[in-house]
């Protein structure tokens, strides 16, 4: 805590206004909000939060609507992206640069990599920017400025969810085409993986947004930053392909087993090295506690900062 | 004696003149490690052989920083400027009370305070009941979605729920009399129609204490009687409003009470001609 309050010795009198009704100071006045400066080093009223959930639904809508108006061909750019992206790394990297794709068909293995990776990296890309794209509403009025970074992953959960229908269509065309590929009983655990992937996007983009409002520099990083961190992670090679002194490396990234695990229960054929999962799990949660924390330290003064 | 539904405490808000932030990491390592060797801040604005200053006090300030940053900091302290300094004042329920006075004394930053846009740096407000502050309208609104999702995403920002938009939706197309437009983008309404469609949701809000911008005298004169009347029957229904405005008419036919801030400071307060006439006699330019 601070020193006692310094100006406590020269307070001035109450101004005239109201001064003939004396200050009553009755223990059972009740205040719905009370306004204070800044303490603590967490803030977060979750009860708040809760109760503005039609606000995150409505975010999530302007989201999804907003960003294919006017265009003809509308949501059916979330399958173009994900369709094209894998058709020039089939031919990049599967077919010129020749790395093997651990005996998968490389249409499944580039598709599954990429709308995974994808989903994570949208996270995280767009709740760094989230005081810069949201100031001109945050200077005007309160409300819980968690919602906004929630309502971007859930925003993306969707159309990550018409990609995953785009990859089963493939996978089930595959499988019947008599490919090698196996979905295995992970499957189930499919969605503790989504999970993770929203969390530790969600973690990394509010940690970039606390600290953009004051280095701005970390804008240019996080947008080559996360094309490295894509090359970092097992999306345009297998993991088995790494050599041995190096999957040290593999371990220290949360991704990759992330990936790999994906991977593994779509297509059967990854490996899934349990210790580097409770890794990532772990800094997954840090990285989320980490990132709340300076959220809610730095939303409550961003606007004076910004 | 209706209860007290605002109070002021000893509300200080400070701000930073010069490069505090400076904005970039490399600067503030800089900084810091100049401050570790007890060298001048290269970054710093201000004359190292100053004293500190608060550039517009005559109060010594609060020491408001942590103690253990503030040592390194006494050959070179920055310009601190406080933006209020030590409100105090009571509203009580359905009063109208103005907020006045010249460009910098404070009004934003209590309007923006009060809104929680931004915390006070000491000092407290207690408030009790719902708080809807209007220093935009249309806050959120998006160009691309139509009049009824906007409808829906602005009161849900202004803090409505869902279902009380679905009740009042009829009332506030009404108000604004954009029926036939409703579907369409907002970004093909006329200034006046996004406007208009804009305060009927402010208008529907309900709230206990209002908060209220002077930027919200916009439009054609019908528009502004509109507001007005609105603002006036939110005081007729026992809300409070607490209105801030350079219009000294305005702040005459709406307020009942005023406030006259001076930099930063209560200068004056009651009822509201009387408070009007103070400010008028001490035209100082700014």
Redesign the interface.
């Known amino acids: 805590m601070l020193a006692p309050d310094p100006c406590a010795d020269q307070q001035m009198e109450p101004p005239a206004l109201n001064r003939q009704t004396p200050v009553s100071t009755s223990a059972d006045e009740s205040w719905t909000l009370i306004i204070r400066p800044v303490s603590g080093w967490f803030d977060i009223n979750l009860a708040e939060l809760w109760s503005y959930r039609d606000l995150v639904t409505l975010f999530v809508r302007r989201d999804f609507v907003a960003t294919y108006k006017q265009t003809i061909l509308g949501p059916l750019w979330y399958l173009i992206q994900p369709l094209l992206t894998t058709l020039v790394f089939t031919v990049i990297f599967g077919k010129i640069a020749g790395i093997p794709t651990d005996g998968q068909p490389p249409i499944l293995f580039y598709m599954s990599g990429i709308i995974a990776w994808r989903y994570f990296s949208d996270c995280l890309v767009k709740t760094s920017g989230i005081f810069a794209s949201h100031a001109h509403i945050f200077g005007k009025v309160y409300f819980p400025r968690l919602t906004v970074p929630i309502s971007v992953v859930i925003s993306n959960l969707l159309s990550f969810a018409i990609q995953i229908a785009l990859f089963s269509g493939f996978l089930i065309y595959f499988i019947l085409a008599g490919a090698t590929v196996h979905p295995t009983p992970a499957l189930l655990l499919f969605p503790l993986l989504v999970i993770q992937m929203a969390a530790l996007g969600l973690g990394c983009g509010i940690i970039a947004s606390s600290l953009t409002t004051r280095y701005r520099d970390l804008t240019y990083l996080i947008g080559f930053g996360i094309q490295l961190w894509m090359y970092a992670t097992p999306i345009v090679y297998p993991a088995s392909q790494v050599p041995k002194d190096w999957q040290w490396l593999i371990l220290l990234n949360p991704m990759a087993p992330v990936i790999e695990s994906f991977r593994h229960a779509f297509l059967g054929t990854a490996t899934v090295n349990p210790a580097g999962m409770a890794i990532s799990v772990m800094t997954t949660i840090i990285i989320l506690l980490a990132g709340i924390v300076m959220f809610s330290r730095v939303e409550k003064s961003v606007m004076d900062i910004i | ?1 209706p209860k ?1 539904v605002i ?1 002021v405490e ?1 509300l ?1 808000k400070q ?1 930073r003149l010069g490069t505090i ?1 400076h ?3 490399k600067q ?1 390592i800089q900084s810091w490690w100049a401050r570790m060797r007890g060298r001048y801040d290269p970054n710093a604005m201000i004359d190292p052989s100053h004293q500190p200053v608060d550039v517009s006090t005559t ?6 920083e ?2 253990r940053l503030k040592a390194p900091r006494t050959k070179h302290q920055e310009q601190i400027f406080y933006a209020l300094r ?1 409100l ?3 509203v ?1 329920q359905g009063e109208t009370l103005g907020i006045i006075g010249k460009n910098g004394a404070g009004k934003s930053t209590l309007l ?20 809807a ?1 209007l ?2 309208i249309g ?2 609104f ?1 160009p ?2 139509t009049g009824r ?1 906007n409808v ?2 602005n009161g ?4 409505m ?2 279902n009380e938009i679905h009740r009042k939706f009829d009332d506030i197309v009404h108000f604004a009399g954009v029926e036939q437009f409703i579907d369409t ?1 907002v970004k093909r309404y006329s200034s006046g129609m996004y406007v208009r469609l804009a305060f009927a949701v402010a208008a529907h809000i309900d709230p206990d204490i209002l908060v209220v911008d002077e930027v919200l005298a916009i439009g054609d004169a019908d528009f502004q009687k509109k507001c007005v009347q609105t603002m006036q029957d939110s005081a007729g229904k026992g809300r409070t409003v607490l209105f801030v405005s350079h219009n000294m008419e305005s702040v005459r036919s709406l307020c009942s ?1 005023g ?1 006259l801030l001076e930099r930063g400071e ?1 200068a ?3 009822e509201i001609d009387h408070v009007i006439e103070s400010y008028l006699a001490n035209p100082v330019a700014v």
């Open positions: 004696m007290t109070r000893n200080w701000y932030n904005g970039t990491l503030d109060h010594s300030p609060p020491v408001l942590n103690p030590n105090n004042f009571e009580r923006k305070i009060l809104s929680r846009v931004t915390t006070p740096t000491r000092g407290t407000i207690k408030l009790n009941g719902r708080v502050s220093l935009e806050t959120g998006h691309e979605l999702e829906f995403l849900t920002i202004l803090g729920k869902k983008p009470r406030i209560i004056d307060s009651g």
